[in-house]
């Protein structure tokens, strides 16, 4: 909610700047301890004795603590700010993160991942609301951009870090080297994140919470994006949980902190999400949405390779195709929803992270039985899906197409 007068700050100014880097310390703080599990899996399973599907559940846990959570979180913001909330909700992560190094069983070491995803969840929804509340509208998809942009650097510090650690002085020293890395993270972010001039209090005696949620959950084009968030998200997991596996297996038999290297492929994810951003103002959102399907199609394809550089080829070139659909639904959400912004977001983000946590699991049963082409024919079929339901719900949404220019 923004107040009458406010009409948010201009791209280039040092507020905007402030933002932009702040939320960006937000994004490594949340998405490097969220993730970081995915570089140490294996030796995860190989200290606890379980399968490569049961270790991805420090994954599939966290995610799914953090899809539950982000509608209460969504309320709080309302009451207390957008970055209360975020501070909060990252300084309870990093706590929860050091206990989870020190977890004595796997059975604990479960719960207290899905305690940390629960307490990150009061930052991804809450950080696009905070933009689009305290940025001009005009440039609210290219910061949405940016922001994406950002967390693909959490996510890829998160395993990059963690994996060669892991593989040296054992799977608990990565992770806790993480928890550090986050820690300063979310010390930034309190410095650099300027003062919310965008927000209001909730009113009481205003729309309930349940009326906002069923009020987004009434919209078919903003079902149809909560449909991209959950497809895309679980293949995408799935790929990354279990790529691993695969190249330590034969024909490629890569050591543990070779494969975590891969990581790197996350980079991939930081220019195209700029760039989405910046092409939706001039094509409009849906097309870019679109054409990034087949991008990611061609990636997975790749990775089916028996050959290493186009394995990671392919793992580049589909990391790129996912994040920038990512980019574009992320940010379409916001516009989509009348009322209840905060809330529309939310659902986005419990859509995103049920798709991790369920299609991610989902993704190892596939590897089990068939091993890399399961992953790949699952991922596969998703993102098809995922540019049907776009393709069928999503013409002539708002913001779907550029405006027209006088000629």
Known sequence: MSTGTWSGHERGSPAYRRI?????????????????????????????????????LTISAATLGLALAVLPWSAVADRVGRRRTMAWAIGAAVVLGFLAAFAPSFGVLITLRFLEGVALGGV??????????????LHAAVAAGTYIAGTTLGGLSGRLVAGPLGDLLGWRAG????????????????????????????????????????????????????????????????????????????????????????????????????????????????PVLLAAAPVSLAGLALTLAGSLPLVVLGLVVFTGGFFASHSVASGWTPLLSGTGRAQASGLYNFAYYAGSSVLGWVGGLCFGRFDWPGVVILTGALVVLSGTIAVVALRGAPGGTAPHRPT
């Open 20 to 56: 932009l880097l702040a939320l960006l310390c937000a994004g490594v703080a949340t998405f490097a301890q969220l993730y970081s599990f995915q570089g140490v899996l294996t030796g995860l399973a190989s200290e606890f004795r379980v399968s490569p599907a049961d270790a991805a």
């Open 124 to 137: 991804p929804g809450t950080a696009l609301v905070y933009l689009h509340e305290e940025v001009r509208e």
């Open 175 to 286: 992770v806790l080297s993480v928890s550090v890395m986050a820690a300063a993270a979310a010390i930034a972010f309190l410095v650099l994140a300027p003062r919310p001039r965008g927000f209001s209090p909730g009113v009481p005696g205003g729309p309930s919470l349940a009326s906002r949620v069923a009020l987004n959950l009434r919209s078919p084009r903003l079902l149809a994006v909560y449909a991209q968030g959950f497809l895309l998200m679980g293949g995408f997991v799935a790929v990354y949980n279990y790529l691993g596996f695969h190249l330590e297996s034969p024909p490629f038999l890569l050591p543990a902190a070779l494969v975590s290297l891969l990581f790197l492929a996350y980079l991939a994810g930081t220019v195209p999400s700029r760039v989405a951003g910046g092409l939706t103002v001039r094509f409009g959102r849906l």
